[in-house]
């Protein structure tokens, strides 16, 4: 039998947050290889859909800082302002990226668009090898090394690796082998996504609006057209996707109101049922769990992939440091810092947008008058607002360096 194709690292899942681990590593002299069940660049992949993607200001710096930002800032739209409210009530606060002394708070983007950015950006790296389409049939943690056998045009072949990283999504296979306790909750939301053009301008402004089935987000993006994210009762799903372009705009008018005018025109339209997952470990012998595969969030507040992401950024600032000094990657200790430094800011994340999504569907008279009485504290005590601009910028508690603006190389 012919030995195993040997890399230093192995990322499953080709999607936004694998293949930007891949790009951040690419000056860090490790052998990489990425397997992803699709084609690359194929428009069946699904993580690279027509879904606007909100990138919060630690992620564009993550992006600069790994090359990806000068050719993906032609294709982003910046966000300048947040409005926050709750519908039908006198509560609301607002963000502005001038408070904070930034250019932009975010950027709005297709995950299609950052798709092509970020593919192209991996095709520069010599020393990542993407397998695909491919899939992973199984794997073994051997305590030295992680073999992982593959299946490749009908193909069974395997490789060996010190560190295997699970970026595969929610419904992740390497972490249901692993059998990681994860912590599930069906939310009955889906939300339905699609782009809609208004007779106004949105100069920039990303609204947040929160209502009884749930929020509705609209996000600025370029040529004028707004992004809609409206969230609505897994049983008004069929109806609201059975409209027809003319009806659809009229009933998001009502769920949204006038503050852009009329809608004029509407895109294509999708449905994803909304749920919670987040997983007990990220790191279990070694193999280390991020993205999606070790949190799916409640799109409430935009932080989902921009979570993904800084695990992205603080894994491969520990690697990278380890390999430098010649530590074993893959070690125990290793991994256990990087496990340190994120589970904080999985389980707060993940418990803020969960407890947000209850709070907002709450329609009890005394907690509706509390959370507008919240929003009204936040507009108006000074100070209220900075905790919330920096937890929307993904600026909270230690920074990568790439988080930083710093590149690992």
């Known amino acids: ?46 993580s690279y859909d027509d879904r606007a993607i909100a990138l919060a200001y630690g992620t564009r710096r993550i992006f600069e800082a790994t090359g990806v930002w000068p050719t993906l800032a032609e294709r982003a739209e910046p966000i300048s ?21 930034v250019p932009a708070l975010g950027h709005v983007v297709t995950a299609r668009e950052l798709g092509h950015v970020l593919l192209e950006r991996m095709r520069h790296n010599p020393d990542l090898e993407v397998i695909a389409p491919a899939r992973v049939t199984g794997f073994e943690d051997r305590g030295r090394q992680v073999l992982v ?27 249901e082998q692993l059998d990681v306790p994860v912590q599930r909750w069906q939310y009955g939301q889906s939300a339905v996504v699609t782009n809609v053009t ?53 009933a998001f008018q009502t769920r949204f109101g006038y503050r852009l005018g009329r809608f004029r025109r509407v895109g294509r339209r999708a449905a994803y049922p909304l749920s919670l997952l987040r997983a007990r470990e990220s790191v279990r012998g070694r193999v280390v769990v991020i993205g999606n595969a070790a949190h799916t969030l409640h799109p409430i507040a935009g932080q989902g992939f921009n979570l993904g ?30 496990a340190a430094w994120r589970s904080a800011e999985q389980r707060n994340v993940a418990l803020a947008t969960d407890g947000l999504a209850r709070l907002f569907s709450n329609p009890l008279v005394p907690v509706r008058l509390g959370r507008n009485l919240g929003l ?34």
């Open 1 to 46: 039998m012919s030995e195993p194709d040997r890399y230093d690292m192995v990322i499953v899942g080709g999607g936004m947050v694998g293949a930007s681990l891949a790009i951040a590593l690419a000056r860090s002299g490790l052998k990489l290889a990425l397997i992803e069940a699709f084609t690359p660049g194929a428009d069946s992949q699904p």
């Open 81 to 101: 302002d947040i409005h926050v409210s709750d519908r039908g009530h006198f509560g609301f606060t607002r963000l502005n990226a001038a408070d904070e002394g």
């Open 149 to 175: 056998e593959i299946e490749r045009d009908g193909v069974l072949g395997t490789l060996s690796c010190g560190l295997l990283v699970a970026a595969d999504g929610g419904d992740s296979a390497i972490r």
């Open 198 to 250: 208004p007779t106004q301008p949105h100069c920039n402004v990303a609204y947040e609006r929160f209502t009884d089935t749930g929020p509705v987000a609209l996000l600025p993006m370029t040529g004028q057209r707004c992004a809609v994210v409206w969230t609505v009762r897994d049983e008004q799903v069929d109806e609201v996707l059975g409209l027809d372009d003319g009806a659809f705009l009229t």
């Open 309 to 338: 992401i800084r695990d992205v950024a603080a894994l491969a600032e520990v690697v990278d440091d380890a390999f430098k000094a010649g530590v074993d990657i893959g070690a125990a200790e290793t991994l256990a810092a990087y």
């Open 376 to 409: 009204l504290a936040m507009e108006f005590l000074p100070g209220a607002k900075r905790p919330l601009a920096r937890a929307a910028m993904g600026m909270l508690g230690r920074q990568p360096r790439l988080a930083r603006g710093v590149p690992l190389g």
